[in-house]
C-alpha cells in the first residue's frame, strides 16, 4: 500500500511540475512578445525624437557620371595641387534617379590632381558619428528589455514555487 501511495503521490508532483512548466512556458511566451512591442516601441520612439534622418547617417558619394547623367550646371571648384579653380559640373540630374531630382557637389567633397595628372574626388568620412550613439542606444534598449524578461519569468517561477511549497505545507 505504501508504495502505490508513493507511486501516485510521485505521479502527482510530476504533473505539477510539468504544469508548472507549462504554465511557466505560457507566461514566458506572452512576456516575451510584451517586452519585443516594448523595446520596439522605445526604440522608434527614441529615433523619433532624436531627429536622426537615418538616409544621412551613411552617406553615398554622390558624384557626376557623365555617362549616366546630364550636367545642369557648371562651377568652378578649387583642386589641390593646382593653382588655378577647374570648372566641374556642380548640379547633375541622375538618369537612373527616378525621383528626377537634381544631385550636387557635395561640400565636404575636395578635388584633387593624382599623379597621373587626372581629377579625383576624396570624399572624407562618409559614416556619421551619431550612427555610434544610435547602436549604443538600441544595445541598451535590447539588453534591458532581455533582463527585464528574464527578471520577470523568474519571479514568476518563484511565484508558483512558493504557492505550491504553502499549498504543500496546509495539505
Request: proline share 2%; glycine share 8%.
Amino acid at each position: 500500500m505504501t508504495a502505490d501511495t508513493t507511486r501516485s503521490s510521485d505521479e502527482g508532483f510530476a504533473q505539477e511540475a510539468e504544469q508548472r512548466d507549462s504554465q511557466v512556458r505560457r507566461y514566458a511566451s506572452r512576456i516575451t512578445i510584451v517586452i519585443i512591442v516594448l523595446c520596439n516601441t522605445v526604440l522608434l520612439l527614441g529615433l523619433w525624437t532624436s531627429g536622426i534622418d537615418l538616409d544621412q547617417l551613411i552617406r553615398t558619394p554622390d558624384v557626376f557620371d557623365p555617362n549616366k547623367d546630364v550636367c545642369v550646371r557648371f562651377g568652378w571648384h578649387k583642386v589641390a595641387g593646382v593653382d588655378k579653380p577647374v570648372r566641374l559640373c556642380s548640379e547633375w540630374i541622375n538618369l537612373s534617379d527616378r525621383s528626377g531630382k537634381t544631385h550636387t557637389f557635395q561640400r565636404d567633397t575636395s578635388v584633387v590632381e593624382g599623379a597621373d595628372g587626372r581629377l579625383y574626388f576624396d570624399h572624407g568620412t562618409q559614416v556619421d558619428s551619431r550612427i555610434i550613439v544610435l547602436g549604443i542606444f538600441f544595445l541598451m534598449i535590447v539588453s534591458a528589455g532581455i533582463l527585464v524578461n528574464r527578471y520577470l519569468i523568474a519571479r514568476y517561477r518563484a511565484r508558483l514555487e512558493a504557492e505550491r511549497g504553502s499549498a504543500s505545507t496546509t495539505s
